[in-house]
Structure formats: structure tokens, C-alpha cells
């Protein structure tokens, strides 16, 4: 579903607010990839595309997975 926000008050909708949870916005993208994957070689295969952001694994938002 896309959806625009023209206001910031579209944000307070309890629709949009009960999926910010979802986002996993404090978790790091390594600790998501911890929960689906067992060896230490997979947690690092699907959570190198964060350094692309120029980021690492262990700092970027768990939003980014």
C-alpha cells in the first residue's frame, strides 16, 4: 500500500502508527539477519548490502532489512 503524507498530522493515523512497529527501527540490520539465520556466514551475506550506505552491518537500522 503507498500512501502520501502531505501533513505531518496523516502521520498520527493509528493505521500508520501501529506499523512504525513493524519497521524495526531500533534494531540493528545484523540482529534481524541474527533472527533468520544460524551460521555467522549467512548473518554476513544478507546483511552486507548496508555498506553500500556506507554503513556497517552492526550500526544500520534494522529499518534498512
Known amino acids: 500500500m503507498s500512501e502520501t503524507f502531505p501533513t505531518i ?22 540482529s534481524r539477519a541474527s533472527r533468520y539465520f544460524r551460521t555467522e556466514r549467512m548473518r554476513r551475506a544478507f546483511s552486507f548490502g548496508s555498506m553500500y550506505l556506507g554503513s556497517s552491518p552492526f550500526d544500520c537500522l534494522g529499518t534498512y532489512s
Open 9 to 30: 498530522f496523516k502521520l498520527l493515523k493509528p493505521k500508520f502508527i501501529k506499523n512504525v512497529f513493524d519497521l524495526h527501527i531500533l534494531s540493528s540490520l545484523y
